[in-house]
C-alpha cells in the first residue's frame, strides 16, 4: 500500500520560508511523476509544482522563482522549498504520487501552510 506523508507545514510571516517534505513509503522511482498541489478555503485544488523520474521540474505561474522541488530517491522523499512567502500562498498542500501503468494516483493528507501579513 502506497502512502505519502507530508511534513513541514506551519505559520509563517509574509516574506519568511518554510520547506514541506512528502516522504512515500515505497521507492519514488517506481512513480512517474510527484507533484504538490494547494487547495485554499474555498477555492479548487491547483498544481504548484511537478518533478519527473528524470528530475526535471515545472511549476505554476504563481510560484516560479520562489518555489523550488527536488527529490531525494535515496530517502524516498521529495520537497518543497518556499521562499518569499506571500499571504495567497495560504492554502492545504498535498503531495501526489502518479502511476502511469497502473492508471494510479496517490495523494498524502495534506499539510496546512498559513502565511500571516
Known amino acids: 500500500q502506497v502512502q505519502l506523508v507530508e511534513s513541514g507545514g506551519g505559520l509563517v510571516q509574509a516574506g519568511g520560508s518554510l520547506r514541506l517534505s512528502c516522504a512515500a513509503s515505497?521507492?519514488?522511482?517506481?512513480?512517474?511523476?510527484m507533484g504538490w498541489y494547494r487547495q485554499a478555503p474555498g477555492k479548487q485544488r491547483e498544481l504548484v509544482a511537478v518533478?519527473?523520474?528524470?528530475?526535471?521540474?515545472n511549476y505554476a505561474d504563481s510560484v516560479k522563482g520562489r518555489f523550488t522541488m527536488s527529490r531525494d530517491d535515496a530517502k524516498n522523499t521529495v520537497y518543497l522549498q518556499m521562499n518569499s512567502l506571500k499571504t495567497e500562498d495560504t492554502a492545504v498542500y498535498y503531495c501526489?504520487?502518479?502511476?502511469?501503468?497502473?492508471?494510479?494516483?496517490?495523494w498524502g493528507q495534506g499539510t496546512q501552510v498559513t502565511v500571516s501579513s
Open positions: 515505497v521507492s519514488i522511482v517506481e512513480f512517474n511523476t
Open positions: 501526489n504520487a502518479l502511476v502511469v501503468a497502473q492508471a494510479r494516483v496517490y
Open positions: 518533478v519527473s523520474r528524470s528530475g526535471s521540474t
